[in-house]
């Protein structure tokens, strides 16, 4: 089996109801030998191809090949869709010493209490309204694709409901973290499910642990990462559909990437089947990673005590609400000693949504709501919540690309629910289309039209068929230059000065076609 580090992911839309071994045959002439075919995910009409490569993800020479392959099948006119699944280094978290703790970060010297984020999120205002039959989400359940889980004394087993647990990764039923780096990956990420999990359904001690938002939900581990910078995405596509599979409620996504159509294709079933589907909207980079980019996904920006924007924060227009990311008190590691210790991310904002979720949805009962709105509308009735005057605190001088603002619990327990008629559709979910051009705007928060011809002008195109058909062969190439190549992202957002020069974009990740009409 090829190690994931060493292999190339093309995902493909077949015109035709061709089995797999009609798509291997196809894969084999136009690819050659040694290519793996199977169904993305169960009753997927997507196919996935696999294959060997010599280099490692995360190089430019991994990313050409990769897309050389994927313009090959989309050349071949067997499938309507065609696109690589390539890891791009997005989401990069700053370097932590010895002691676990951020050299550059101002909490260090001025730390925030345990409890801070209880206290302004108004969290035990909030337990003291619900039941005890729904306290704490009592009958949730969280799917979190993520690095897996540890047995960490502030996460404990409590919360965790491992008969459902599912590593997509080495495909077994096992998603435990054993916190060994893989040295193939760069930034590798072990310990990071624990830290995200532990805000959500951490058992910690009040006094010197983590308590989580919904410490009586139940959260089920999908390993589905291995980096903190790259995903392979039909990976994440993999862990929203078992998630659905096995019965969640809530998925909480601390992770971003290119995406694919595929992905955003898997959390439409989700969001159909009556789940609140929400991801990170990335650090560093400011760009909105996929999936928060996507219209039928949640994103959420992090706030820190408070409630200062986290510079770091990605934002735009596709993100929806904040919650606190920054300073957050976490369940770590130091090497493989557990500890309590802060960190900063969106990771930890999502994260803290969905306990808001997981809330939400105990509070009114989530089958009650699903007979009020129909499943495929309970994340249309959240996201309306949300958005009533009260549920979110929106302090002076807030940027509203961080969202509406900051959720407070209490307000959004006690807000009423919407009408039916009511519900939010523009921006929540299957309101617009997927391709290139749409994908891109969300991402950088710039109008699609203003990025169709930003396009026009960089791929040098003589007309509008000439513009479509390159967009349609190499649309997750111009995605993934997007991230890879800040320049590039910056370029499509503005319009071209008369006579100015073009920007140069580095083409070292894409294919010799792409390469040539971006050249300057």
């Keep these: 089996m090829v190690d994931s580090a060493h292999q190339i992911r093309v995902v493909v839309l077949p015109k035709s109801a061709a089995n797999n071994a009609e798509i291997g045959k196809i894969a084999q002439a136009e690819l050659g030998g040694g290519w793996h075919v199977q169904r993305l995910t169960r009753g997927s009409r997507l196919v996935l191809i696999t294959g060997a490569s010599e280099h490692t993800v995360g190089t430019p020479e991994h990313a050409r090949e990769s897309h050389e392959a994927a313009l090959a099948l989309y050349r071949s006119k067997q ?15 700053p370097g932590v010493d010895a002691t676990g703790a951020f050299g550059d970060d101002p909490c260090v010297n001025n730390p925030p209490p345990l409890d801070w984020v209880h206290k302004i999120l108004q969290w035990p205002e909030a337990m003291a309204e619900m039941s005890d039959a729904t306290r704490g989400g009592k009958g949730i359940s969280v799917g979190q694709p993520d690095s897996g889980y540890t047995l960490h004394p502030n996460l404990g087993t409590a919360g965790l409901d491992l008969t459902r647990d599912r590593d997509v990764i080495d495909n077994d039923d096992d998603a435990i973290d054993d916190l ?3 040295p193939s990956w760069p930034l590798p ?24 938002l919904a410490g009586r939900a139940l959260l089920v581990p ?24 096995v019965g969640c409620h809530v998925v909480s996504m601390s992770l971003g990437g290119k995406g694919f159509f595929g992905l955003k294709g898997e959390i439409q079933r989700a969001v159909d089947a009556g789940m609140i589907v929400m991801a990170a909207a990335g650090n560093y980079v400011r760009t909105v990673t996929a999936p928060a980019s996507y219209d039928n996904c949640l994103a ?54 969905a306990a808001a979720a997981a809330l939400w949805l105990a509070y009114h009962g989530r089958q009650a709501l699903i007979n009020k709105y129909g499943a495929k509308r309970i994340q249309a009735a959240f996201l309306t919540t949300l958005r009533w005057p ?25 807000a009423p629910l919407p009408r039916p008629q009511d519900l939010v559709v523009v921006g929540a979910f299957g309101a617009s289309d997927d391709d290139a051009i749409s994908r891109i705007a969300a ?30 062969e190499h649309e997750g190439e111009l ?19 008369i006579g100015a020069f073009p920007p140069k974009v580095s083409v070292a990740g894409v294919t010799s076609d792409l390469g040539v009409r971006l050249a300057t």
């Design 79 to 93: 499938f309507s869709r065609v696109e690589a699944d390539v890891p791009v280094p997005v989401d990069v978290e």
């Design 180 to 182: 060994i780096p893989n």
């Design 189 to 212: 990420n072990p310990g990071h499910g624990t830290r995200t999990a532990s805000v959500i359904v951490g058992q910690g001690a009040p006094t010197e642990g983590i308590v989580g």
């Design 222 to 245: 999908i390993r589905a990462t291995e980096s903190v910078v790259q995903v392979f995405d039909s990976d994440v596509a993999k862990a929203v559909a078992h998630a659905r599979q």
């Design 300 to 353: 959420v920006a992090a706030t820190g005590p408070g409630d200062t924007l986290w510079v770091d924060s990605s934002r735009g227009i596709a993100v929806d609400v904040s919650m606190p990311g920054a300073c957050v008190h976490v369940a770590a590691y130091n090497d493989k000693t557990p500890v309590v210790r802060m960190a900063n991310g969106t990771s930890y904002a999502v994260a803290h949504l």
């Design 390 to 414: 009260g549920v979110c605190v929106v302090p002076a001088g807030w940027d509203p690309d961080y969202g509406v603002g900051r959720v407070d619990l209490l307000a959004l327990l006690k």
């Design 443 to 472: 991402m950088i928060s710039a109008d699609p039209v203003r990025v169709r011809i930003r396009l026009a002008e960089l791929l040098k195109v003589s007309d509008h068929d000439e513009l479509n058909l390159t967009i349609a």
């Design 479 to 497: 995605v993934y230059l997007v991230l890879a190549d800040r320049v590039f992202a910056e370029s499509l957002a503005q319009s071209a000065a």
